[in-house]
């Protein structure tokens, strides 16, 4: 292994990961730039198990999408649809407290919420959401708003972000997901989502967040018009921040569905690029605890093998999600835990089902 390690010009890098030296923006973009997949996942598989040894988790859980308005509407997402379109919609409160107690029998232990910014639902809308779902499913654990969401929910209220969070979280809300990041760059931004909230404007979301005791996730959404230099700026800036606050759990590498998009005409990533972003994440985000390869955006099959390239998370049994969907994303809405222990003891991985917070049931 050593020797072919030196024959690809990875041989710093390894002795870096096997003594748990920290990599740079410069090996990361050596790691990008070569062709032996096997030897990258070789690498991060080293730092996944120093960290997560043979476990591989997942979670019980329920998406809820509450309304696809948006006053963004970025390029790259087919989700996001104006006021007044006939594929808009928006849920009342009581219409999510139904979707709760349909599924009232099933040991969920996450509901996770994420939505349009839409112009004219009142904050009272989105406490009211949270005291709901609390009120049907008590002990659950709602991870919900993005950072972009919580910025637009307190500019609705015409409060700051930290008073917002410390609302949303008195109404119930348990942690925050990762969405909304991209790419932190402003010329990609620029490019595609010029309206959204900037990359250092999420950041200092996600810092007022886990400065009130918050967690978060993290993600990128890689494989349109970004860089490979602009996916490594995105992590080191992540990288950092993590190391001010220590608030992440985990990051989530987003593969970009083109369908229905305003950039329909570009293709999908692919399995070896997707590979990739998976085993850089893991060896460059040396602070972040997980690494989720999120099976409804990769597939099972590629998923499945990104335990062995970093990743030690796959999201869980999901139920009704719409965002990758609504982009041409062809994988089953769902699985069940039977068919995800599956998939884990078949890539000689141990399954754990957690909760949010990464504690095993």
């Known amino acids: 292994m050593e020797k072919a390690l030196k024959h690809a010009g990875l041989s710093s890098i390894y002795e870096k990961v096997v003594s748990g030296a920290r990599i740079d923006a ?29 476990k591989a988790y997942y979670i019980y859980n329920q998406h809820i999408n509450y309304s696809n ?18 594929a808009a919609y928006e849920m009342t409160i009581d219409e999510i407290g139904s979707k709760i107690t349909e599924r009232l029998d099933e040991p969920i232990k996450e509901v996770h919420v994420v939505g349009g910014l839409h112009p004219d639902l009142p904050y009272e809308y989105y406490t009211q959401m949270l005291k709901t779902i609390k009120a049907i499913r008590p002990g659950i654990h709602i991870q919900a708003f993005t950072c972009v969401e919580v910025a637009h929910i307190a500019k609705v209220a ?15 809300l348990g942690s925050i997901p990762g969405g909304g990041a991209e790419v932190f760059s402003p010329r990609v931004r620029e490019r595609l989502c010029p309206d959204k909230l900037s990359g250092p404007a999420w950041l200092g979301v996600a810092k007022t967040a886990h400065k009130l005791g918050i967690k978060s996730n993290a993600t990128m959404l890689y494989g349109h018009i970004e860089t490979i230099d602009e996916r490594i700026e995105h992590l080191m800036a992540l990288r950092e921040t993590q190391d001010e606050t220590n608030g992440f ?27 990739k972003m998976i085993a850089i994440s893991r060896l460059l985000l040396d602070n972040f605890p997980h690494i989720k390869a999120y099976w409804v955006m990769l597939g099972p099959k590629v998923a499945q093998i990104a335990l062995s390239f970093g990743a030690d998370d796959l999201d869980g049994t999901v139920m009704e999600e719409k965002i990758t969907h609504m982009a041409g994303g062809e994988t089953s809405q769902a699985m069940t ?4 222990e599956d998939l884990i003891d078949r890539a000689g991985r141990v399954p754990v089902e957690r909760d949010t917070l990464y504690q095993p049931v």
């Open 26 to 54: 410069e090996d990361a973009r050596r790691l990008y730039d070569t062709r032996h997949l096997a030897l990258l996942g070789y690498l991060a598989n080293i730092a996944r198990e120093r960290l997560n040894g043979n």
């Open 69 to 86: 308005v948006c006053i963004n509407l970025c390029k790259f997402c087919a989700f996001g649809k104006e006021k007044g379109s006939q």
């Open 158 to 172: 015409g409060k700051s972000v930290e008073k917002t969070l410390s609302d949303l979280a008195s109404a119930g």
């Open 249 to 275: 759990m985990c990051f989530i590498p987003l593969a970009f569905h083109p369908k229905n998009t305003g950039l329909s005409g570009l293709s999908s990533a692919g399995g070896v690029e997707d590979l």
């Open 337 to 340: 835990r039977e068919e995800i």
